[in-house]
């Protein structure tokens, strides 16, 4: 089966939701969807004799994994780096751009996170083969946009008209930011945000999601939570963005998750989403329940979105 015909992400970094379209999105879902029908026999060919380093200088589990699982399963390599910083030359004092310019010559593409925001373009700009963007400190999660979307999709049917709830760190959440960007492509969609006062969506940005056409309404408790919602998108505190510590003890769980909460403002058709890891904010009896999907449907669209989006990429 030819799954990359014509694909205009071919041998492109992809680093920001910002090169998305409607149109090319609706290719790497439909990518995925045909990913997700083959047996992992057939799909293993797409990526043979290629190999990608995978570079982590952030701590990972999810994305790490599922990204090392997608070039495996596509019939790929992997070249694995984790904690960079404490094992490369960079302790030395290497520059991002020496250590990108050596992994060009061992690999066809490399997936990155980083702890600074901005990092990635700088990456790009060091070398000649494809850059994922596997997280960048307090910027986009753009491969978890896509996972997240195509999620939704799959239950709505839409990424238009959608009513949806996003609660937690939207401060620094990179994974809030590169979802409601994604969802500015589209037409008429209410999102509610919910978060501590510190933690509230920056304004500047919030300003331009607005401007792209989305309803953003700020809320402040979960008793405003609407009943409507097609989506709930609970997201953790981040510890590691505090320089105060006794300050994230105060805020990392004002809103929690409940079976009581799910009952009072839920509804049937919903789903109830997370990017993980999940740090007190669900409680674990919500597990269970048919609409949570954050460790089932959630994380495996992430493996088949990732296996997309390299098979348009490389394959």
Do not use: C, W
């Given at each position: 089966?030819?799954?990359?015909?014509?694909?205009?992400?071919?041998?492109?970094?992809?680093?920001?939701?910002?090169?998305?379209?409607?149109?090319?999105?609706?290719?790497?879902?439909?990518?995925?969807?045909?990913?997700?029908?083959?047996?992992?026999?057939?799909?293993?060919?797409?990526?043979?004799?290629?190999?990608?380093?995978?570079?982590?200088?952030?701590?990972?589990?999810?994305?790490?994994?599922?990204?090392?699982?997608?070039?495996?399963?596509?019939?790929?390599?992997?070249?694995?780096?984790?904690?960079?910083?404490?094992?490369?030359?960079?302790?030395?004092?290497?520059?991002?751009?020496?250590?990108?310019?050596?992994?060009?010559?061992?690999?066809?593409?490399?997936?990155?996170?980083?702890?600074?925001?901005?990092?990635?373009?700088?990456?790009?700009?060091?070398?000649?083969?494809?850059?994922?963007?596997?997280?960048?400190?307090?910027?986009?999660?753009?491969?978890?946009?896509?996972?997240?979307a195509y999620t939704i999709q799959r239950k709505a049917k839409s990424l238009s008209g959608l009513t949806g709830v996003i609660v937690g760190d939207l401060l620094n959440g990179r994974t809030v930011h590169s979802l409601l960007k994604l969802l500015s492509l589209y037409k008429n969609n209410t999102i509610y945000l919910l978060s501590p006062q510190q933690l509230k969506l920056e304004p500047l940005f919030k300003s331009e999601i607005e401007r792209k056409g989305v309803h953003l309404i700020e809320i402040s408790s979960q008793s405003e939570i609407p009943l409507t919602a097609d989506f709930w998108y609970w997201t953790r505190v981040q510890k590691e963005r505090f320089s105060d510590i006794k300050e994230y003890e105060k805020l990392k769980n004002k809103f929690v998750v409940t079976p009581e909460l799910l009952e009072e403002k839920g509804n049937n058709k919903m789903i109830l989403m997370h990017p993980l890891p999940r740090v007190g904010d669900i409680d674990v009896r919500v597990d269970n329940d048919k609409r949570s999907v954050y460790l089932s449907d959630q994380v495996k669209n992430g493996l088949y979105i990732r296996m997309a989006l390299l098979s348009l990429i490389l394959g």
């Open positions: 089966m030819n799954i990359n015909s014509k694909s205009t992400l071919s041998k492109k970094s992809y680093i920001s939701v910002d090169i998305l379209t409607p149109k090319l999105i609706s290719n790497i879902f439909t990518t995925a969807d045909k990913i997700r029908k083959m047996s992992f026999e057939k799909s293993s060919k797409i990526l043979k004799g290629k190999l990608v380093t995978l570079l982590f200088f952030e701590p990972s589990s999810r994305t790490f994994s599922s990204f090392a699982s997608a070039v495996k399963r596509l019939g790929g390599m992997t070249l694995e780096y984790q904690n960079p910083l404490q094992t490369s030359s960079a302790i030395k004092g290497e520059t991002l751009e020496d250590t990108m310019r050596v992994f060009e010559n061992y690999s066809d593409a490399v997936v990155m996170r980083h702890f600074e925001k901005g990092t990635l373009k700088r990456a790009v700009d060091a070398v000649s083969i494809p850059v994922i963007n596997a997280g960048d400190g307090i910027g986009e999660h753009p491969t978890q946009a896509l996972l997240d």
